[in-house]
């Protein structure tokens, strides 16, 4: 009984260019009481592994987090499984914005402590008592009132890219990082303010709005469904896009372009950019914005130390990775301080006085 994952990237890739199917992009969560993570794991990933089903997918005693892609005509065979288990039964599927057939390429069903790493203690507070959810139209009202705090709760890399327009985006590296922040910078509004949130697709939200009810803000709601379900219904009914510039996505796609605007710069050059790569170096393998140019003339790598050691025969490049563990700038996403033009640090309060001004 086959239970993980026994083919290359690159062998996946050409699979599913030989099978020539449309594949489509998705992602959903729920948090439930699942008794045996492990279990409940082993039975999905033999399901969709049947289904042609790939992507990671987190599993923990709190519920599931996916993201995945499957054959668009395996669609139904997989919602109709989805229905077979209660607490998944009728559950909003997010469609990705653009589809590649080559976002996810392999299935991994992975047991986590939590499905997102939020460094709380769930004990401590009621996690069911969560904010308002509320579609794009409301949304779009809400943060035209000027009691409303609009907060991203994503990390700066993502929101760097792209983000609400007048929303304050916290300069930090993890989900995890955010909650005492805001919850510190924005304690003087904890009765006077409508405090709004989004990230990708609604999960991240779950969490803090419930975390900041306890923290004792009064008027919380969180745009149901993140970005992504925002973008679907602004498009299916017409309304007015708010969002600006591209919605970073956890998959090979790396971005979602969500409107026309360029509103990121390449991190070597300062060029107007919003493409996020990875250094080409293994040793390093930063994620950094980089524009064409600067991408043909270092060859994929973020510094010139990594150019000359990407341009090492391959083998000399694992004998220098020897004993090395992984770069401490892997971990910066964009931070690196070789690179002139990374993202500023920003204090969120002083963002928000200066839109009260």
Same mark, same amino acid.
Request: charged share 30%; hydrophobic share 35%; proline share 2%.
């Given at each position: 009984m086959q239970l993980y994952n026994k083919l290359s990237a690159k062998e996946r890739a050409e699979l599913i260019d030989k099978a020539g199917k449309n594949r489509l992009t998705l992602s959903f969560y729920q948090y439930a009481k699942i008794t045996n993570p492990q279990e409940f794991r082993d039975q999905l990933f033999i399901t969709w592994n049947e289904l042609d089903v790939l992507g990671r997918i987190y599993v923990a005693h709190e519920g599931i987090n996916g993201q995945l892609s499957l054959p668009a005509d395996r669609f139904n065979a997989f919602k109709s499984h989805l229905d077979t288990i209660d607490f998944l039964k009728g559950i909003r599927l997010n469609i990705a914005v653009e589809q590649n057939n080559k976002s996810f390429l392999k299935l991994k069903v992975k047991v986590r402590d939590k499905i997102v790493a939020d460094g709380l203690n769930d004990d401590t507070f009621d996690v069911t008592n969560k904010g308002v959810h509320v579609d794009a139209n409301t949304f779009n009202e809400l943060i035209e009132d000027s009691k409303t705090v609009l907060v991203d709760m994503r990390n700066h890399y993502e929101s760097e890219i792209g983000h609400f327009k007048n929303a304050i985006t916290p300069d930090v590296d993890t989900f995890r990082e955010s909650l005492d922040i805001i919850e510190d910078d924005l304690k003087t509004h904890k009765e006077d303010k409508n405090l709004v949130m989004y990230c990708t697709g609604g999960i991240r939200c779950e969490k803090a709005s419930a975390y900041f009810k306890h923290k004792g803000f009064k008027n919380v709601y969180q745009l149901e469904g993140g970005i992504i379900e925002y973008t679907r219904q602004v498009n299916e009914n017409n309304l007015e896009n708010k969002f600006v510039g591209k919605n970073f996505v956890f998959d090979e796609r790396r971005a979602e372009k969500i409107s026309d605007d360029v509103i990121a710069c390449c991190h070597q050059c300062g060029k107007p950019a919003d493409i996020h790569t990875n250094c080409a170096n293994d040793a390093c393998h930063?994620?950094?914005?980089? %524009?064409?140019? %600067?991408?043909? +003339?270092? =060859? =994929?790598? %973020?510094?010139? =130390? %990594?150019? @000359?050691?990407?341009?090492?025969?391959? +083998? @000399?490049?694992?004998?220098?990775?020897k004993g090395q563990g992984n770069s401490n700038d892997i971990f910066k996403k964009g931070r690196a301080d070789h690179l002139p033009y990374k993202k500023d640090l920003r204090n969120i309060f002083e963002v928000l006085k200066n839109k009260e001004a």
């Amino acid at each position: 009984m086959q239970l993980y994952n026994k083919l290359s990237a690159k062998e996946r890739a050409e699979l599913i260019d030989k099978a020539g199917k449309n594949r489509l992009t998705l992602s959903f969560y729920q948090y439930a009481k699942i008794t045996n993570p492990q279990e409940f794991r082993d039975q999905l990933f033999i399901t969709w592994n049947e289904l042609d089903v790939l992507g990671r997918i987190y599993v923990a005693h709190e519920g599931i987090n996916g993201q995945l892609s499957l054959p668009a005509d395996r669609f139904n065979a997989f919602k109709s499984h989805l229905d077979t288990i209660d607490f998944l039964k009728g559950i909003r599927l997010n469609i990705a914005v653009e589809q590649n057939n080559k976002s996810f390429l392999k299935l991994k069903v992975k047991v986590r402590d939590k499905i997102v790493a939020d460094g709380l203690n769930d004990d401590t507070f009621d996690v069911t008592n969560k904010g308002v959810h509320v579609d794009a139209n409301t949304f779009n009202e809400l943060i035209e009132d000027s009691k409303t705090v609009l907060v991203d709760m994503r990390n700066h890399y993502e929101s760097e890219i792209g983000h609400f327009k007048n929303a304050i985006t916290p300069d930090v590296d993890t989900f995890r990082e955010s909650l005492d922040i805001i919850e510190d910078d924005l304690k003087t509004h904890k009765e006077d303010k409508n405090l709004v949130m989004y990230c990708t697709g609604g999960i991240r939200c779950e969490k803090a709005s419930a975390y900041f009810k306890h923290k004792g803000f009064k008027n919380v709601y969180q745009l149901e469904g993140g970005i992504i379900e925002y973008t679907r219904q602004v498009n299916e009914n017409n309304l007015e896009n708010k969002f600006v510039g591209k919605n970073f996505v956890f998959d090979e796609r790396r971005a979602e372009k969500i409107s026309d605007d360029v509103i990121a710069c390449c991190h070597q050059c300062g060029k107007p950019a919003d493409i996020h790569t990875n250094c080409a170096n293994d040793a390093c393998h930063l994620l950094f914005i980089q %524009c064409d140019d %600067c991408k043909k +003339e270092m =060859n =994929n790598c %973020c510094s010139t =130390n %990594c150019k @000359e050691i990407h341009a090492l025969p391959y +083998e @000399e490049q694992k004998e220098l990775r020897k004993g090395q563990g992984n770069s401490n700038d892997i971990f910066k996403k964009g931070r690196a301080d070789h690179l002139p033009y990374k993202k500023d640090l920003r204090n969120i309060f002083e963002v928000l006085k200066n839109k009260e001004a």
